[in-house]
């Protein structure tokens, strides 16, 4: 099983990453064997993955550092990097390999301080591995002082450094940035390849994995939650049931309510899972004996902590409640579908006989303006509107039509 394995219907890029790593790793031993380097090559230290969310922009750069970190002794023998089995494959998938770092957005934006030490790791030579690999997953949140910290990063690169970066599109990311990087663009799977990975990968039987990729239209993660998790499904069934409760302006007041304070659970168990593990691990590094006091001079550390933990609880409020909006815009798209007569495969077919009410009840030109409401409360929420006016407004928007 290669590293290769979990990036779905993505073979083009495949296929130009597994190139890219056969030349970075002949590269990495030209060079320990003091040989002359290859005089082309497909490798590059700087690297753009983009693509539409759930087409596996992530997965697929950890993949690529995985592989560019394979040490299988089949290489030697003409197998391509990436084996899936080694130790370098393996805690680079995992996210505990030493010379691989990864960037994530804990908030709205990703901040300057929080790339200062990346930063300069990315002028270190590699501790254990055979590249320093630094995976950015959340490249459009960089900010104004972060994104010029990474392009002087990627500008003037170590010699075995791999700057990996994701994002939505190019527009997205600065343009000095995307002009240095090899750019990939990944597209949306097939809902039948993503239902084939279930079945293969997962083990959910077929009947579920088709649906599951059929409600989430190809995107990986979301199926693979829906089809495995029936917390998953239970909400998104409660989220399909909306559109026919909003007779009244109370109903819609309290269906905006609820979402608010499904969303805000999400974040409580997933706050109660890490929050408590992290502080205490850190009290641990500075010296605290177990419930005891902080060393003088270290309560700034855990203040810092503290403030990262609260803008990780509200950007997993955020992306709960977008999930829960996604589900709503393909409802009406359904709707929309079902009103015009168009042959594009329904989405949602086990709402089927509320998409015929609401088709029947209403005209495509109210469909298309309750879809907008949807994408106007994003927008809102983008702007750091407080998600329960935010929804208010678009469940009333929803109900006026």
């Given at each position: 099983?290669?590293?290769?394995?979990?990036?779905?219907?993505?073979?083009?890029?495949?296929?130009?990453?597994?190139?890219?790593?056969?030349?970075?790793?002949?590269?990495?031993?030209?060079?320990?064997?003091?040989?002359?380097?290859?005089?082309?090559?497909?490798?590059?230290?700087?690297?753009?993955?983009?693509?539409?969310?759930?087409?596996?922009?992530?997965?697929?750069?950890?993949?690529?550092?995985?592989?560019?970190?394979?040490?299988?002794?089949?290489?030697?023998?003409?197998?391509?990097?990436?084996?899936?089995?080694?130790?370098?494959?393996?805690?680079?998938?995992?996210?505990?390999?030493?010379?691989?770092?990864?960037?994530?957005?804990?908030?709205?934006?990703?901040?300057?301080?929080?790339?200062?030490?990346?930063?300069?790791?990315?002028?270190?030579?590699?501790?254990?591995?055979?590249?320093?690999?630094?995976?950015?997953?959340?490249?459009?949140?960089?900010?104004?002082?972060?994104?010029?910290?990474?392009?002087?990063?990627?500008?003037?690169?170590?010699?075995?450094?791999?700057?990996?970066?994701?994002?939505?599109?190019?527009?997205?990311?600065?343009?000095?940035?995307?002009?240095?990087?090899?750019?990939?663009?990944?597209?949306?799977?097939?809902?039948?390849?993503?239902?084939?990975m279930l079945?293969?990968?997962?083990?959910?039987?077929?009947?579920?994995?088709?649906?599951?990729?059929?409600?989430?239209?190809?995107?990986?993660?979301?199926?693979?939650?829906?089809?495995?998790?029936?917390?998953?499904?239970?909400?998104?069934?409660?989220?399909?049931?909306?559109?026919?409760?909003?007779?009244?302006?109370?109903?819609?007041?309290?269906?905006?309510?609820?979402?608010?304070?499904?969303a805000a659970?999400?974040?409580?168990?997933?706050?109660?899972?890490?929050?408590?593990?992290?502080?205490?691990?850190?009290?641990?590094?500075?010296?605290?004996?177990?419930?005891?006091?902080?060393?003088?001079?270290?309560?700034?550390?855990?203040k810092d902590?503290?403030?990262?933990?609260?803008?990780?609880?509200?950007?997993?409020?955020?992306?709960?409640?977008?999930?829960?909006?996604?589900?709503?815009?393909?409802?009406?798209?359904?709707?929309?579908?079902?009103?015009?007569?168009?042959?594009?495969?329904?989405?949602?077919?086990?709402?089927?006989?509320?998409?015929?009410?609401?088709?029947?009840?209403?005209?495509?030109?109210?469909?298309?303006?309750?879809?907008?409401?949807?994408?106007?409360?994003?927008?809102?929420?983008?702007?750091?509107?407080?998600?329960?006016?935010?929804?208010?407004?678009?469940?009333?928007?929803?109900?006026?039509?």
């Amino acid at each position: 099983m290669t590293v290769w394995d979990d990036i779905v219907g993505q073979e083009r890029v495949s296929e130009v990453l597994t190139a890219a790593a056969r030349d970075a790793d002949a590269l990495v031993t030209a060079a320990a064997a003091d040989q002359p380097l290859p005089e082309s090559s497909k490798m590059t230290h700087a690297w753009l993955f983009t693509g539409p969310p759930g087409a596996g922009r992530n997965q697929t750069a950890r993949a690529f550092a995985a592989a560019l970190q394979c040490v299988s002794p089949d290489r030697a023998l003409g197998g391509a990097p990436g084996c899936g089995f080694c130790d370098g494959c393996h805690t680079a998938l995992v996210g505990t390999h030493a010379d691989v770092t990864t960037v994530a957005a804990v908030g709205a934006e990703i901040l300057v301080k929080d790339m200062r030490d990346t930063v300069r790791k990315s002028y270190t030579s590699p501790a254990t591995g055979r590249w320093q690999i630094i995976l950015v997953e959340d490249a459009e949140r960089l900010n104004e002082k972060s994104a010029n910290a990474v392009l002087k990063a990627v500008e003037e690169p170590a010699p075995r450094t791999v700057w990996l970066l994701c994002a939505p599109s190019l527009e997205d990311v600065l343009p000095t940035i995307r002009s240095r990087c090899r750019h990939l663009n990944l597209s949306t799977p097939s809902v039948q390849a993503v239902a084939d990975m279930l079945v293969r990968r997962e083990g959910v039987d077929p009947e579920t994995a088709a649906n599951a990729a059929r409600a989430t239209q190809g995107h990986v993660d979301r199926a693979r939650r829906l089809a495995t998790d029936p917390a998953a499904r239970a909400r998104r069934a409660a989220v399909l049931k909306l559109p026919l409760r909003l007779d009244e302006v109370g109903a819609c007041l309290k269906a905006a309510q609820e979402l608010v304070d499904a969303a805000a659970e999400d974040a409580k168990q997933l706050a109660e899972e890490m929050d408590g593990k992290e502080t205490e691990e850190l009290k641990a590094a500075l010296g605290a004996a177990q419930g005891g006091r902080l060393p003088r001079g270290t309560a700034g550390v855990l203040k810092d902590l503290e403030d990262m933990q609260k803008r990780r609880r509200t950007r997993t409020q955020r992306d709960s409640l977008d999930v829960a909006l996604t589900d709503l815009t393909g409802f009406y798209r359904d709707v929309l579908a079902l009103q015009l007569g168009s042959r594009v495969a329904i989405a949602n077919a086990d709402a089927e006989d509320a998409l015929e009410r609401l088709a029947r009840a209403g005209s495509p030109e109210a469909t298309l303006r309750r879809i907008e409401a949807i994408a106007a409360c994003r927008d809102a929420l983008d702007r750091n509107v407080a998600p329960l006016l935010a929804v208010e407004a678009m469940t009333m928007a929803l109900r006026a039509g």
